[in-house]
């Protein structure tokens, strides 16, 4: 999932995604604890060694696994914003975000829903979080900026925690709507919540 990919032999990758997948499956039947790198590998079908040529340990591929998840989603973001010239970017972020999670949805069902590895919606907190307080900021610097106040910590907590849990409850519930449509409600949510937000 690493936006390095391009510089990345492929070899690497595969087995990177290998592993990935194994652990996932992994996490999907026992608990955390219970997973090893030996089973890893087996699942994986590579052998010890290969796995250490990748990670230090189990903590490490988590870091890294996690690392890559954040670089993904910013590269998509990135791509968004250097694409769209006569569309509104934010609406389309959203779909693509949501299209890119829909496409890994094993992944991000998961891991979100694993309170024993908070890494993952620890990183996507974070990263939304940063994604809000820009819109806010900008909004703030907009003449025509709304005058109610609410505090701007209140505001990107609120945002960041309402996103991530849509999407976990998105996920568990197999995905009922689709990522258009889904972009769709929320972004008439986000824009009566826009309307309450201060750069206070």
Known sequence: MSTKSQRTDPRILRT??????????LLEEIELEKITV?????????NRVTFYLHYRDIPDMLE???????NEIQAIYKDVLDQ????DPDWFILVKMLEHIAENSKFYKVLLASKRIPVFTERLLKLMVDVINSKIEKRGASPSASTVSVPKDIAI???????LGTIAFWLRNDMPYTPLFLAKQLSVLFRLD???TSSN
């Open 194 to 196: 826009q309307n309450q």
């Open 16 to 25: 990177r995604q290998l592993i990935r997948d194994a652990f996932i499956d």
């Open 84 to 87: 769209s010239r006569s569309i």
């Open 38 to 46: 030996n089973r890893i590998a087996e699942r994986a079908t590579i």
């Open 157 to 163: 907590w609120y945002g960041s925690s309402a996103f």
């Open 64 to 70: 890294k696994m996690a690392d890559d998840m954040v």
